[in-house]
């Protein structure tokens, strides 16, 4: 059972180049989510989609957009990567918020020269 | 504007003796609040939660207490092991009466585990 699995684990880009991360997950789960992960300031939402078709802004949406291509999988993509966007990303998944347990990938770490 | 605040950024406990971590929320709308741990270069694990509609859950080392007129969770280990060194992330969403499934971390402590 493979959980969250996203990819790339690394990448590094220039200023300017798009990227997309990959996130899929094999437990069924209805809803899911991307996280940004930077010193001191937590994990910040960025977006999130509560059901295969749908996808909502989070805390931090800007410079990023998302695809909730089916529902196992949901991307992220930089059209423009920008420096400020250097961060460790984590997808997330959940079956139903009450049931308790939202599950990690393992992250990607990004770096914008 | 900071909706689920942990205002200790990091935390110092002896082995064997209780830690407390706390977590502050603003939006009387959250209802369903979570506690994740992360070790570096992992991705965060789920501890435990609660319900609005309860006052204390137990797992184990773990009790987690809500108190919804302060707008203040908190979470016990005891006794706490060298393990439990980690960074612990308090989490909010306002599902049960909102259907909104939105997930809010604070910024997380880090917890040390003294020998």
């Known amino acids: 059972n493979a959980g969250v699995t996203q990819t790339p684990k690394f990448q590094v880009l220039k200023t300017g180049q798009s990227m997309t991360l990959q996130c899929a997950q094999d437990m069924n789960h209805n809803s899911m989510y991307w996280y940004r992960q930077d010193p001191g300031m937590g994990l910040r939402l960025i977006y999130y989609?509560?059901?295969?078709?749908?996808?909502d802004k989070g805390e931090v949406p800007n410079g990023y957009n998302v695809s909730r291509l089916n529902k196992r999988e949901f991307s992220l993509r930089l059209e423009s990567a920008a420096p400020s966007q250097t961060s460790v990303y984590f997808c997330?998944?959940?079956?139903?918020?009450?049931?308790?347990?939202?599950?990690f990938g393992e992250g990607s770490r990004l770096t914008v020269l | 504007d900071q909706q689920v605040k942990q205002n200790s950024p990091s935390l110092s406990v002896q082995e064997g003796r209780i830690s407390i971590l706390n977590c502050d929320y603003t939006n009387s709308m959250f209802d369903y609040f979570l506690w994740y741990k992360k070790y570096p270069a992992e991705g965060p694990t789920f501890l435990i939660s609660?319900?609005?509609?309860?006052d204390k859950n137990e797992d184990g080392r773990f009790t987690v207490f809500l108190n919804k007129s302060a707008k203040h969770l908190s979470l016990h280990i005891v006794p706490s092991q060298p393990g439990d060194s980690a960074v612990y992330f308090c989490?909010?969403?306002?599902?049960?009466?909102?259907?909104?499934?939105?997930?809010?971390f604070g910024k997380g402590t880090r917890l040390h585990i003294l020998p």
């Open positions: 989490a909010a969403s306002a599902e049960l009466m909102n259907r909104d499934d939105k997930i809010i």
């Open positions: 609660i319900s609005s509609i309860k």
């Open positions: 989609s509560a059901s295969e078709g749908t996808t």
């Open positions: 997330a998944s959940i079956f139903q918020i009450n049931t308790g347990e939202l599950f």
